[in-house]
T-cell receptor
Framework: GAGVSQTPSNKVTEKGKYVELRCDPISGHTALYWYRQSLGQGPEFLIYFQGTGAADDSGLPNDRFFAVRPEGSVSTLKIQRTERGDSAVYLC???????????FGPGTRLTVL | GEDVEQSLFLSVREGDSSVINCTYTDSSSTYLYWYKQEPGAGLQLLTYIFSNMDMKQDQRLTVLLNKKDKHLSLRIADTQTGDSAIYFCAENGYRGSNDYKLSFGAGTTVTVRA
């Protein structure tokens, strides 16, 4: 595709539910990143994939958060037992290689009621 | 640490120049970026500068880097209403073991008034 795409654009869920957020990176980009953006803040790093493997997951806030990229392209961010504090915009970005310029998707706005 | 700081708000008259400032602490930064975010949208890459450069110009955008003072600025010439958005400064710092991490400021909200 022409750019990074993310689905859904909006997700409303209830506290305690499980959600999956999907990211489709730019074709050919080996590196994929997830960020979380709270209101009035800049994006905060969650996890980085190089190919299929999570090379750095140091930004995941706790073990309720998990992400996969099984074929080295599309990635899914999974949040278990959602809490109201998980409400934020989740941004995905990709880059050709690790230290290259990152291009961002439109984000998924998650609201936990 | 890798702190990035920006002023939070800027109001500018249409047609004037806007200058958005950013300071960072990480001396290992290789690239520094400016991203633009419009309401409800993701981050759009505006421009970037390599750390060994002092200035980069791209149409209405001019980026100035003072590496000694770790100060980055973005100047937008002839500011238009479509330039109203949040602008994020970001630095791609080396964290060791071939690891780079992009760190963002909190964003500067630019409002263009007629």
């Amino acid at each position: 595709g022409a750019g990074v795409s993310q689905t859904p654009s909006n997700k409303v869920t209830e506290k305690g539910k499980y959600v999956e957020l999907r990211c489709d990176p730019i074709s050919g980009h080996t590196a994929l990143y997830w960020y979380r953006q709270s209101l009035g803040q800049g994006p905060e790093f969650l996890i980085y994939f190089q190919g299929t493997g999570a090379a750095d997951d140091s930004g995941l806030p706790n073990d309720r958060f998990f992400a996969v990229r099984p074929e080295g392209s599309v990635s899914t961010l999974k949040i278990q037992r959602t809490e109201r504090g998980d409400s934020a915009v989740y941004l995905c970005a990709s880059s050709l290689l690790r230290a290259d310029t990152q291009y961002f998707g439109p984000g998924t706005r998650l609201t936990v009621l | 640490g890798e702190d990035v700081e920006q002023s939070l708000f800027l109001s500018v008259r249409e047609g004037d120049s806007s200058v958005i400032n950013c300071t960072y602490t990480d001396s290992s930064s290789t690239y520094l970026y400016w991203y633009k975010q419009e309401p409800g949208a993701g981050l759009q890459l505006l421009t970037y500068i390599f750390s060994n450069m002092d200035m980069k110009q791209d149409q209405r955008l001019t980026v100035l880097l003072n590496k000694k003072d770790k100060h980055l600025s973005l100047r937008i010439a002839d500011t238009q209403t479509g330039d109203s958005a949040i602008y994020f400064c970001a630095e791609n710092g080396y964290r060791g073991s071939n690891d780079y991490k992009l760190s963002f400021g909190a964003g500067t909200t630019v409002t263009v008034r007629a």
